[in-house]
């Protein structure tokens, strides 16, 4: 991709699933990389895969304040900010009945709140440096009607109005789109789902199969990229044609 070289990149939820493949890529793109996750192990392990990070910052992105120290410790390590992949989310599968008051606050304050959070103050910093890019990720639960995920179906469609009104807010000088997977085979996806129940989703997919995280990564890199300039305010749905034939909710 055009003009990834050198590009300070944060990747929040960074240390396993698509948070990974998308540190990779962007490393393969000779852009400078740095890792914010939560957990203190995983971190360890993509430093180890990844040896030509820029770093690691540990946080919970749904604190306010570990969120600024974070960004502390971001101009330390790369002195400023280009491109923010926006990627931390949780997710419990649980039907409407089940959810509880704790269960639901907890989606809602990483999944949205979280998402505002590191979002504003990366925008702050691209701001005042004149250009950037906000890369957020939905899903398409937050497009569809999914059973058992009320609660992050609800965080995922903030996340795609909260990126309409960024977009529209930091134009021209920073672009923001959102990112909207459908099933990708990740570490949370495999820890919800069983074998049969994969299969079962995979049937429902136009192509045929669970998509991989490196084939998201893809699509960030290219959002992110002087390739993708006249683009903000936009939806991409990386699903495998699942939702084009409305059988989302099957």
Known sequence: ???LKDKRVLIT?????IGA????RFLEEGARVVVLDIDDEARQRIEDKLP?????V?????NHEAV??????????????DVLINNAGISIRHTFMEITPEEWQRVMDVNLNGMFFVAQQAARKMLENGNGVILNMGSTNGMMGYPFYADYNASKAGVIELTRSMALELAPTVRVNVICPG?????MQKAEYTPE???????????GRLGQPEEVAALFAFLASDDAQYITGQIFVIDGGEITGGLASR
């Open 68 to 81: 600024t120290q974070a960004f502390n410790e971001l101009d330390k390590l790369l002195g400023g900010l």
């Open 52 to 56: 030509s990070l820029s770093g690691t």
């Open 1 to 3: 991709m055009r003009g």
């Open 58 to 62: 540990g946080a919970d992105v749904s």
């Open 21 to 24: 493949a998308t540190a990779s």
């Open 183 to 187: 099933y990708i085979l990740t570490p």
């Open 13 to 17: 939820g960074g240390a396993r699933g």
């Open 197 to 207: 129940l994969l299969r079962e989703c995979e049937s429902k997919i136009p192509l």
